[in-house]
């Protein structure tokens, strides 16, 4: 399915100011991940359509978006979802952006766990955007660490998943999920399809899928949830 990249900085800094030039090599994913892109930073999202390996904006976007933090999604639509903008990753209310990688059965599952104040500014068709606004209802109620954790548990309580993972960033804090399902590997691309893996760096932290030459990087493994603070850098890791 999808691939995930998010990174946060001491300083302002694009795409390829983190990751170099192995950003090429997470953007060449997209001829397999090719429904579209979509970066998110400080509450502001730029999608596009086109595959990113094709799409000019994402290449301006890559080199000149100066930022602390983003999070880059590459989009490989689940079945029976359609494919346009309004279903493309990351999504963002107020200054929590958040994306999805995976697929959760029935697609509405987390929709019981959405408050009202969240239902209308649903506006694609995706289980990952449900998955979002349900995460901002726990949030509000128990704090943004154990909203995530609860949300998580609660969608894998009660739905048929292939994948929960997923990165949160706001202002202070960058959260990334790792909870896969290993009994459903028909998505999977490879044995380490939906492992997530990190690179904590002297001014730079970055979080990423698998597949482009991240190897040796950290494991966040299935079953954990990493937390940065952001003007630290520093990060704990714990079951979910």
């Avoid at 090719?34 to 595959?51: A, F, R, S, T």
């Avoid at 994948?163 to 949160?168: S, T």
């Amino acid at each position: 399915m999808c691939r995930l990249l998010a990174f946060t900085s001491l300083e302002r800094k694009s795409f390829y100011d983190v990751v170099g030039s192995d950003f090429e090599k997470f953007v060449a994913l997209s001829a397999e991940h090719k429904d579209g892109w979509g970066i998110g930073h400080e509450g502001e999202v730029i999608k596009d359509i086109n595959p990113a390996k094709e799409s000019s904006l994402l290449a301006e976007t890559g080199k000149n978006l100066e930022t602390a933090g983003a999070l880059f999604h590459l989009r490989l639509a689940s079945k029976g979802i359609t494919i346009n903008i309004d279903n493309n990753h990351p999504f963002t209310h107020g200054t929590t952006t958040f994306m999805h990688n995976g697929t959760i059965r029935p697609s509405d599952a987390a929709e019981q766990f959405i408050s009202e104040k969240y239902k209308a500014l649903i506006t694609g068709t995706t289980d990952s955007e449900k998955f979002f606004y349900a995460l901002l209802s726990q949030v509000d109620e128990l704090g943004l660490v154990e909203g995530v954790r609860t949300i998580v548990n609660q969608i894998r309580a009660i739905a048929d998943y292939s994948a929960l993972n997923i990165m949160v960033q706001t202002p202070d804090t960058l959260i990334a999920v790792c909870e896969f399902n290993d009994a459903n590997q028909s998505e999977w691309s490879g044995p380490d399809h939906y492992e997530l893996r990190f690179s904590p760096r002297e001014d730079d932290f970055l979080i990423a899928s698998t597949g482009w030459g991240n190897t040796d990087w950290q494991h966040l493994d299935n079953h954990q949830m990493l937390v940065v603070d952001r003007s630290t850098l520093k990060y704990s890791i714990s079951a979910l």
